[in-house]
């Protein structure tokens, strides 16, 4: 009897059921439910802040553009060289270029081949493509290795969609997947293949943020995918470096399906259902959805309504049957359309003007014409309205561009009390702006507030960011600092 080979179809079959076994060992396992597809559940209890599944991206790429570009391993922006050879990859440091260099020499050739005007096509979604394929390319001839968590076979069992996307859509990933096979030209190479795997990439590619949720760059990671999405979800994805990190944020019991937000969750019911249609090609029956199903008229009109001509009166409007006005569903008045149609067009032109001075970064100007607007939404919308909480946000910024601490704290604060609402439960953001404000108060010597706002961030962070990283560190000093100040205050009063 001759020894053979295994074949590769083998070879596949032992990485799932590796993959499987390395869940089985975290308490994880994969089940397939009719109305989601693969879902991950739990075969064991996670406590809120536990890990429940790391990975590293089988493919990534930073966010590049003209004005930010940053390492292609590390995704730091500081001490970058360009790659000499293809003009494309920037890298911090010796160390970065060498770990990615397997994989880049074949993308490095390919980009050098190309002339200046191809370069500027060159888009992230293109060299995330072209990555994938490489890495398939150097896994299969055994230049890189695989591993149960890190092989192609995953990314072939990914979600495609193909048959619910639009022709327009159709158009452009084949356009696309034309592009990346003249870049590459290998022999051999499918474009409808190509295609297929940029429709993975739009459901199943995640945006890597820093700690502080400021997006990076795209990664794929084929196994944190197989987590479907919630608009309540006991669970949070977030990235140390360019490792996906998914914590759970309540406690999760044995048998439960792991469940983490796709979106944006502050939004109606509504909103939120037609992004995930669009983007993700299904309907959402988490019990958040189900629920708000029954309230959704009112809770729209909360989020993305007008509020009550009295100012006392914090009543939701709905639109009246003859089309004339809106009427306060708590005091009864009514706001006509012709009143709600001249404030919204007046915000509509300062917000124009005060986005433009914001992307010139004529801070001084766009914060006037962004408190306009303030004050203007103040008097048009709900007070837990999302577009105002969205002003607020943005003179949040631009005040601390401006460095006035004073009017960054007080937009900050503003915002806190709608993202208590918008945000129920344990949320990143929340923490962030607990720290945000902690940082503020601290800046204005207002110890002791700061010392609340630093402990309710910490009590959120942990639990959504671990507390190993630098930046949960950096946060714990800021707070043990402050605690010393406070405590010297005390002593120093005592000694009067
Ligand atoms: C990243 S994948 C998640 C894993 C996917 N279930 C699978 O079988 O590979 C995203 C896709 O999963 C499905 N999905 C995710 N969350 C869902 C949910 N709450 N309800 C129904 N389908 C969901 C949708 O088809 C979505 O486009």
Redesign the pocket.
């Known amino acids: 009897m001759t020894l053979q080979r295994p074949s590769l179809r083998t070879v596949f079959t032992e990485f799932m059921e590796d993959l499987h076994s390395a869940l089985n060992d975290r308490g994880l396992t994969v089940t ?1 439910l009719p ?5 991950l559940f739990t075969t064991r209890n996670f406590r809120p802040g536990e890990e429940i599944i790391s990975q590293e991206p089988y493919v990534c790429v930073p966010n590049n553009s003209p004005v930010e570009s940053r390492c292609d391993r590390c995704f730091a922006s500081i001490n970058l060289k360009k790659c000499s050879a293809c003009k494309v990859a920037w890298y911090c440091s010796s160390v970065c270029q060498k770990s990615e260099w397997k994989l880049h020499r074949l993308e490095c050739d390919a980009l050098a081949r190309l002339d200046k005007d191809r370069h500027k096509s060159v888009t992230p979604s293109i060299r995330l493509m072209i990555k994938l394929f490489i890495r398939r390319k150097l896994q299969s001839e055994k230049v890189i290795p695989m591993a149960a968590t890190d092989n192609y076979k995953l990314v072939e ?3 495609d ?1 193909m048959s619910g996307i639009d022709e327009k859509q159709l158009v452009l990933y084949a356009q696309m997947g034309t592009l990346v096979n003249f870049i590459l030209q290998w022999p051999g190479m499918n474009v409808k293949e190509i295609a297929v795997n940029f429709s993975k990439l739009a ?2 590619a995640h945006t890597i943020c820093d700690s502080e949720l400021r997006p990076l760059g795209t990664g794929l990671y084929p196994v944190i ?6 608009c309540l979800p006991n669970a949070v994805l977030v990235f140390e470096g360019r490792t996906a990190v998914v914590r759970a944020v309540q406690h999760i019991p044995a048998g439960a399906e792991v ?1 983490i937000s ?1 979106i944006e969750t502050a939004g109606s019911t509504m909103t939120r259902q037609k992004t995930l249609k669009e983007n ?7 019990s958040r959805c189900v629920k708000a199903q029954e309230d959704e008229i009112k809770e729209s009109a909360i989020l993305e309504g007008y509020r009550c001509r009295n100012d006392q009166c914090d009543g939701f409007l709905l639109r009246n049957s003859d089309d004339t006005g809106f009427t306060c569903q708590q005091c009864g008045l009514v706001r006509s359309k012709e009143d709600i149609k001249n404030i919204a067009s007046k915000i509509k032109s300062i917000s124009d003007e005060a986005s433009t001075s914001l992307s010139s970064q004529s801070y001084a100007e766009a914060l006037f014409m962004y408190e306009k607007v303030e004050k203007l939404q103040r008097i048009l919308c709900h007070p837990y309205s999302i577009s105002l909480m969205q002003t607020r946000e943005k003179l949040l910024k631009i005040s601390m561009e401006l460095e006035n601490w004073t009017k960054a704290l007080t937009y900050c604060k503003l915002t806190i009390s709608v993202y208590q609402k918008l945000y129920p439960g344990i949320h990143p953001l929340l923490g962030l702006q607990f720290y945000t404000c902690g940082k503020l108060e601290w800046l204005l010597g207002h110890t002791e507030d700061a010392i609340k706002s630093y402990t309710k961030a910490f009590d959120i962070l942990r639990i959504t960011h671990g507390t190993n990283s630098s930046f949960m560190k950096e946060l714990l000093l800021k707070l043990e600092e402050a605690r010393a100040e406070a405590s010297y205050k005390l002593s120093s009063t005592d000694d009067e």
């Not at 109305?35 to 879902?39: D, I, Q, T």
């Open positions: 397939i109305e989601k597809g693969r879902s069992e990914l979600i969609h459901c199943n995918s197989i987590i479907n999405h919630s469940s796709y993700y090609l299904f309907t959402c029956t988490c």
